[in-house]
């Protein structure tokens, strides 16, 4: 069976000291700085590995899925930077998807995709049927797809694998 798998993944808590600095370049707080490692572990210990790295180009953004490629052992040029993702809408983030490249002679492809609120939320929800209210600062929606093509994802096809955040219990 060809799967799919979709991380999405919300950017780690940001810093609002500045309130001069434009949005886009927000760094962490020093939440978000111990979320994202932590977080990164979490994926780790699942044994998920990315095949493709797709990040919002914000600060805040980049600086989460940093810190995933260096708990991952994953080289930093392997981060392909969206430019769409950055404020994206759930129709914005469909588009994102449904253009990705699918490898040959790969059953199962995993992409990490890390972007912002409410955007993702709402795409969340749309993909899998679900009722998730926020995803919180550093949490990961695990998402999978039984289509051959990145091109046949749509409303409704995902199923969730996982919901997982910072403050979540075990």
């Known amino acids: 069976m060809i799967m799919k798998k979709l991380y999405l993944i919300r950017h780690a808590k940001s810093s609002w000291d500045n309130t001069l600095m434009k949005d886009i370049d927000r760094p962490l707080n020093k939440r978000g700085e111990k ?42 040029k392997q981060i392909k930077i969206a430019h769409q993702l950055y404020h994206a809408s759930e129709d914005d983030l469909l588009e994102v998807v449904r253009g990705l490249q699918d490898r040959k002679n790969d059953d199962e492809e995993i992409v990490f995709l890390f972007g912002h609120n409410p955007g993702l939320t709402e795409f969340a929800n749309s993909l899998l049927n679900e009722d998730i209210d926020n995803i919180p600062t550093c949490g990961i929606i695990a998402c999978s797809f039984s289509v051959k093509k990145w091109s046949e994802v749509s409303w409704g096809s995902g199923e969730l694998e996982f919901f997982d955040y910072p403050k979540k219990k075990d």
């Open 35 to 76: 979320d994202a490692p932590r977080m990164a572990k979490r994926i780790k210990e699942r044994r998920i590995f990315p095949d493709i790295i797709l990040s919002s180009p914000a600060h805040r953004a980049l600086s989460t899925c940093k810190a995933f490629c260096r708990i991952l052992k994953l080289e930093e």
